[in-house]
């Protein structure tokens, strides 16, 4: 790689790996996988860097090579059957509810998700993509996205109750 | 419970912290990539050649063969397989099993033996990678093995009939990736259509998709609408370009048949009246033109109304004819291309059998091997397109 491009993609990699690996963490739900991830997907953007160009340009394709590789990783280590027992992790003792302890009994149950409900959740909600760019980043159809979506959020409420605060997209009419 | 998804999401990645990305690691990573791709090109080269000759070890290790190296085929490599030997141009390689379903990429061979083990063979040798499944009862022209040419990439079922996987094994890097099919079951539900470069194409019934998977990521692009998805049929890819049918009647030719770069925009091929496809339809490796052999029928087609067989070549762009100049009366079949430009057809004559390279689009033809009388007798006879044979 000429000087010029090493040094635009390092200056890539300072300002955005911090966010990557956070929707990384927030996708397989393992620190040390989340940065084996995002070390992958930066050798791959590496290689592809002269013709991405500009650094949006590249956070798309890097996040596309994360979303698609945790998705392969899932799909080999059938993570969705080793993690998903099917029911709620317990429920906080009543005079318990504190924030920490609801944000991490949540955080349980979005990890009971399918591995690709919980991606195209982190995708939307998390990193505020439209279902277009989810659906890019996903390497799937937009109505696969909203299925996902909607299907994800359906099992989240079976697991939290409706008292839950969702946000409004969620109630959107899902036709496909 | 008043936390709010997104801000759980929010809050979660940010109670935990990571170290920066290993720059150092990345640069090396990077450089080992181009090394390997620089390496990957010069032994598929040689490794070619050295499998022909059938000593790639000795050959890799003496520069007063290196003229050998650099020598073109002079039978413009076409292969076939009998028993445990592949022939490949004027040489031949004893495998150590016996070839039921065999298919060529850039490196070498991967064929299927009679206990459906899965093997690489190249320069360095013979190596098992796997197992498929058995061919399915009424399967006897069941393709097995799926790959391309002029890549370093082969395909093949994994798994059982209860549930497949699919499996990609790169000869550059003996390397083997699996992919899930959610449960799909062959030979309908779990289809490996093909391999173009580093894209796969296949049919995962239970997911309702026909995809094309870049091997490398993962990527995957939805082909055909899940309502389609069940119908599509795709015979061969090259370059981007599909032969499919995009609703194939079951077990049958592949009518009708279309070019294109996408389900969507394919262009129908015509065959003229009483005339159909076989499903050996393949692509040159620039999707220009298109190898079938087509049969001829007395009347409406009907398999016990057959009048002739021919081997054609079409240009995907025009639909104009190459005609071949093949010995008459024959019956050809075109098996795969050599290049963009090369196509090995087999020829038989009464109960002679020769394979042909064929020049497109003059369609001079040169005779590469004859195959022996007793090649041809008894169905042993094993071509390069990953279909099986039956004893």
Redesign the interface.
């Given at each position: 790689?000429a000087a010029q491009n090493?040094t635009s993609f390092?200056e890539f990699?300072a300002a955005r790996?911090?966010a990557l690996?956070?929707?990384a963490?927030?996708m397989v739900g393992d620190?040390g996988l989340?940065?084996d991830l995002?070390?992958e997907a930066?050798?791959?953007t590496?290689?592809a860097w002269p013709r991405l160009r500009d650094p949006g340009a590249a956070e798309a394709y890097t996040r596309?090579?994360i979303t698609?590789?945790a998705?392969?990783w899932f799909?080999?280590r059938a993570w969705s059957a080793e993690r998903s027992s099917g029911h709620p992790p317990d429920t906080p003792a009543p005079g318990h509810?504190d924030?920490v302890t609801?944000?991490a009994w949540?955080?349980q149950c979005?990890l009971q998700l399918p591995p690709r409900q919980r991606v195209a959740?982190?995708l939307r909600?998390?990193e505020d993509l439209s279902e277009a760019q989810t659906a890019d980043a996903m390497?799937?159809?937009v109505g696969?996205v909203k299925s996902q979506v909607s299907a994800g959020?359906t099992k989240?409420r079976s697991l939290?109750?409706d008292?839950?605060?969702?946000?409004p997209e969620?109630h959107e009419v899902v036709t496909s | 419970m008043t936390e709010t998804l997104k801000s759980v999401l929010a809050q979660q990645a940010a109670s935990v912290a990571f170290k920066p990305p290993d720059l150092e690691a990345i640069a090396r990573d990077h450089n080992r990539n181009i090394r390997r791709r620089r390496v990957t090109t010069v032994l598929a080269t040689v490794a070619a050649v050295a499998v022909v000759a059938g000593t790639a070890g000795v050959l890799l290790g003496q520069p007063s063969r290196q003229a050998d190296v650099a020598e073109p085929l002079s039978t413009g490599g076409v292969s076939w397989a009998v028993g445990s030997t592949i022939y490949h141009g004027s040489d031949t390689i004893d495998v150590g099993h016996k070839v039921k379903a065999m298919v060529r990429t850039s490196v070498g061979f991967v064929t299927v033996d009679d206990a459906n083990n899965v093997y690489s063979v190249t320069g360095r040798g013979v190596t098992r990678i796997g197992q498929t499944p058995a061919v399915p009862a009424d399967g006897t022209d069941y393709v097995r093995l799926v790959s391309d040419p002029q890549g370093t990439l082969a395909g093949w079922i994994g798994g059982d009939y209860s549930g497949a996987v699919l499996k990609v094994h790169d000869q550059a890097t003996g390397q083997t990736r699996t992919f899930d099919t959610d449960g799909a079951k062959p030979p309908y539900g779990a289809v490996f259509f093909a391999i173009d470069d580093r894209t796969a194409y296949w049919r995962i019934a239970t997911r309702g998709a026909v995809l094309a998977v870049d091997v490398d990521t993962g990527a995957e692009r939805q082909l055909a609408s899940s309502s389609e998805a069940h119908t599509v049929e795709i015979w061969s890819v090259e370059n981007g370009v599909l032969a499919f049918s995009p609703n194939h009647r079951s077990n049958d030719n592949p009518v009708p048949l279309r070019v294109g770069r996408s389900i969507a925009d394919g262009r129908e091929i015509t065959f003229g009246e009483n005339a159909e496809p076989t499903g050996q339809v393949v692509l040159s490796p620039t999707g220009e033109w298109m190898s079938y052999l087509l049969v001829e029928f007395n009347g409406p087609p009907q398999q016990d109304d057959v009048r002739a067989f021919a081997a054609q070549v079409r240009d995907t762009r025009t639909d104009e004819l190459v005609t071949l100049n093949l010995p008459q009366p024959s019956f050809a079949v075109p098996v795969v291309w050599l290049d963009g430009t090369t196509v090995q057809v087999l020829v038989i004559i009464g109960q002679d059998g020769n394979m042909y390279a064929c020049a497109i689009p003059e369609g001079s033809c040169t005779a590469g091997r004859d195959i022996p009388r007793a090649q041809l007798e008894g169905n042993g006879l094993v071509l390069p397109n990953g279909r099986s044979v039956t004893d």
């Open positions: 790689m090493w390092v990699v790996s911090s690996q956070r929707a963490y927030l620190v989340a940065q995002v070390q930066l050798v791959k590496c290689g596309k090579v698609t590789t998705m392969a799909r080999r509810a924030g609801e944000r949540l955080w979005l959740i982190v909600y998390y390497s799937c159809a696969t959020l989240l939290v109750g008292e839950i605060m969702l946000p969620s | -």
